[in-house]
């Protein structure tokens, strides 16, 4: 290895990875353009640092640092998809997409159906929600239910750096407009690089870990809270399979049916609401299509219904938590 020779990262965390996604798709492609509000170089690269160093790469006419109107920074985005640009719109926190919905429902989702196929919007919206920081109830929701019921859209989170870095890239390429969720708690969480070009499959599940006796499925940053659990119940004998969904919609059915109808048992986990959420629709799927081989209910497990509070004692009792995740497996086992 000579002195020039750059030493590729063994380790990354969310945002180092994200980043890397976006720096190569630029690099691959000359449509591909980042707009939202400061996340050129000379406003930081965005508040969480996500796009740093970008502008500074490709210059402002490539990463374009936009007024604060979510609702012209998602129009400018679908026109630009539009007319042949593939651009990645970050909004700066997942509550103020509500600003937009009426360009992301009314528009980016609709207009390859209103075409006859004709028109395909491919357009990313980047955006960061999460509890358990301290940011309130205007800024933590997870609200991934609202787009996965839209028909035209994709959804679509992380539980890992890699993935992230995967997903991004995917997301990019694909001529359908995209939801990409990303974790603000978990921005900082290590694990492995990917490799150079590495990108995951839009709608394929991942096994996170094998088990026989309980499926445990989920997506973001629930999947490293069961997979914690998994570890810990394997000591009571009890053996945990975990599904990563990745994409949540349009998400694995297989991949889902196939661990459950081998393990005969089911725990849904995400951080969003329990009621009314992505939980049901899975629940629902896996009664409708193994209700004879199930051995016991599936179980749904996810935050209180109620928004996300600020105070530090009440925002914890309102998340889900690991002693949440176990107490449904042993439902599932009859403890």
């Known amino acids: 290895m000579n002195a020039e020779t750059p030493v590729r990262a063994t380790k990354m965390n969310f945002i180092q990875a994200i980043n890397l996604g976006l720096d190569e798709a630029m690099a691959a492609d000359r449509r591909v353009i980042l707009m939202g509000e400061d996340i050129a170089d000379d406003q930081g690269g965005g508040v969480f640092t996500v796009t ?8 402002a006419a490539r990463v374009r640092s936009t007024p604060i109107s979510e609702q012209a920074i998602v129009g400018a985005a679908v026109g630009a998809a539009i007319a042949g640009y593939r651009p990645v719109a970050e909004i700066m926190l997942m509550n103020f997409i509500a600003v937009a919905m009426d360009q992301v429902v009314n528009h980016a989702a609709k207009l390859r159906f209103m075409s006859g196929g004709q028109t395909h919007v491919p357009l990313v919206i980047r955006t960061a929600t999460g509890a358990g920081v301290g940011f309130g ?7 991934e239910a609202w787009f996965a019921h ?47 070009g590495y990108t995951v499959p839009l709608g394929r599940a991942a096994v996170a870990r094998e088990g026989r006796d309980v499926t445990v499925i989920g997506y973001g940053a629930a999947i490293p809270h069961a997979l914690a659990v998994a570890q810990a119940m394997q000591a009571d004998g009890i053996s945990v399979e975990v599904i990563d969904l990745r994409t949540i919609a349009p998400f694995d059915e297989a991949a889902v049916l196939v661990s459950v109808a081998k393990t005969g048992r089911a725990v849904v986990v995400h951080e969003a609401v329990r009621k009314f ?25 996810g935050s209180a219904y109620a928004p996300v509070p600020f105070s530090p004692v009440l925002e914890k009792a309102f998340l889900y938590s690991r002693d949440d995740i176990s107490a449904a497996i042993l439902r599932t086992m009859g403890r």
């Open 137 to 143: 109830g205007q800024h933590s929701d997870m609200l």
């Open 150 to 196: 839209v028909p035209g859209l994709k959804v679509v989170t992380a539980s890992n750096p890699a993935d992230a870095k995967g997903l991004i890239r995917s997301c990019i390429e694909d001529d359908d407009p995209c939801i990409f969720i990303e974790n603000t708690a978990a921005y900082g969480t290590s694990g492995p690089a990917p490799a150079p």
């Open 277 to 301: 959420g992505v939980g049901a629709e899975i629940s629902s799927l896996i009664h409708e299509h193994l209700f004879a081989t199930l051995k016991a209910p599936v179980q749904r497990v």
């Open 52 to 59: 740093r160093g970008l502008s500074a790469k490709y210059g």
